[in-house]
């Protein structure tokens, strides 16, 4: 085993050296701007010597190859990480934990959007993805063709994420001390000709140029044909469909494939239409459109892109949770029992067999029967829906209520309340292992 690790870490020792490299020159051209364009001494010094850091110690050392000298991640880091997001508890704590994450860059993003702040945090985040590398289960994942553009896409939406916020902090203190927001300060028109051609075009020529250098220096992820008689595993969809295939393990496949989808599309088309707060049109702010940011943040960080990240490097064979450092076993099964709430109800609570129709009933005997069966989470489904709404509309969301209206505010309440029934659903299979709230299978309507 020791061999063959040294034969591994000696194939990515160039890749890892000339990373190193990269990231050395990085921080020190950031130095050197903070010198001449900030004067900001003593963090061009810092940035200087993380950069001599990485040229000086690092980058030899990986590119040595040698397992006795090859920086890597701890082993003890290594094995708690595969504990926390490996095994039946590591979507509970991936998820939960992606939560905390968010909320609390959401509480402290004055401290986060700081510039040596968040450098500091990109540095440690490449840092740490350099180290991974090392170890070859979390390499032969992240470096898979079809998952290199993803660890970039993550990279670059914690970028976008992180200027966003930080222009929003900055209106949001510039509104409160009454001057004009920096969208609004520097609102100065151009040509379109040449001003905006120009920029298109070298950015059209920049990035062709980097799609070439990609197409030759990756292989493209291209398999065998596809054959009925031999079937990946685990069976993934595009990465862009990922979180909607990890929405199958909570949900019934029309429910996840078709209905969540169409209320996504329904959403977005109804946004302009629903939102009443004139405030934020052009600019970036928090504080005056708190709700929606929070809205947006939530429904497409956290049950969109987490979900995302989740099934590309967590979800291994057998659709299984793997944590980043582990092999992926295609022996490994762990059989989960989810039971349905009329099961709950009538078996564990009420010590009974659950009803069902005689065979050869008729369709109106066996509707009755299915009623029975399914009442209590027939109740809850339609309180959820229907009764819930006024009750925010004259508690929560008052204000809400009287600005919006009655048949925009049942809208948005049900459009919102849609939205809340994944990470319910997330939650009750965790903890209770309910499979289906509603589980009407002679009429395919599981829900």
């Not at 440690?124 to 070859?136: C, F, I, K, R």
Request: net charge neutral; hydrophobic share 55%.
């Amino acid at each position: 085993m020791h061999g063959n690790n040294q034969v591994f870490l000696e194939s990515i020792s160039g890749f890892l050296g000339w990373y190193y490299v990269l990231l050395a020159a990085v921080n020190m051209a950031a130095a050197y701007w903070l010198w001449r364009s900030r004067r900001a001494v003593g963090q061009a010094i810092f940035w200087l010597a993380v950069g001599l850091f990485y040229m000086g110690y690092l980058a030899p050392m990986a590119l040595s190859g040698d397992a006795a000298w090859m920086p890597m991640m701890p082993e003890a880091i290594r094995t708690v990480v595969n504990q926390a997001l490996g095994g039946s508890t590591g979507a509970v704590f991936y998820s939960v934990g992606s939560l905390v994450i968010l909320v609390g860059l959401f509480l402290a993003r004055r401290f986060f959007v700081r510039g040596p702040v968040a450098w500091a945090m990109l540095n440690l985040s490449l840092l740490a993805l350099g180290l991974s590398m090392t170890d070859y289960n979390f390499y032969t994942i992240a470096a898979k063709p079809d998952n290199v553009p993803i660890v970039g896409l993550i990279f670059l939406l914690g970028f976008f994420t992180w200027l966003a916020t930080s222009r929003a902090v900055e209106n949001d203190d510039r509104i409160a001390r009454g001057e004009p927001t920096l969208e609004h300060e520097g609102n100065e028109k151009v040509l379109v000709w040449p001003d905006l051609v120009y920029t298109e075009l070298i950015c059209m020529v920049a990035l062709t140029a980097f799609l070439l250098l990609w197409g030759i220096g990756l292989q493209a992820p291209l398999e065998e044909p596809a054959s009925s008689v031999k079937t990946p595993n685990p069976s993934k969809a595009p990465w862009y469909f990922l979180g909607l295939q990890e929405m199958l393990v909570y949900f019934d496949p029309w429910m996840a494939g078709v209905v969540m989808p169409s209320m996504i599309v329904v959403g977005l088309m109804a946004i302009p239409y629903l939102d009443f707060n004139p405030k934020g049109n052009g600019y970036y702010t928090i504080v005056e459109r708190k709700f929606s940011y929070l809205t947006y943040q939530f429904g497409f960080l956290l049950l969109w892109v987490v979900l995302i990240v989740l099934g590309t490097f967590l979800r291994g064979p057998n659709w299984n949770i793997f944590g980043p450092y582990e092999y992926w076993d295609v022996h490994k099964v762990e059989a989960l029992n989810n039971v349905d709430l009329s099961t709950y109800f009538w078996t564990a609570g009420l010590d009974m067999a659950t009803p069902k129709a005689p065979p050869g009933t008729g369709v109106l005997t066996q509707l009755s029967y299915i009623v029975v069966r399914e009442w209590l989470g027939i109740v809850l489904v339609l309180a959820y829906l229907f009764l819930l709404p006024p009750l925010l509309a004259v508690t929560v969301f008052r204000k809400y209520y009287v600005k919006m209206g009655f048949v925009r505010f049942m809208v948005m309440s049900n459009l919102l309340l849609i939205m809340m029934m994944l990470p319910i659903k997330m939650v009750l299979r965790w903890t209770v292992n309910l499979k289906y709230i509603v589980s009407i299978p002679e009429y395919f309507l599981n829900l």
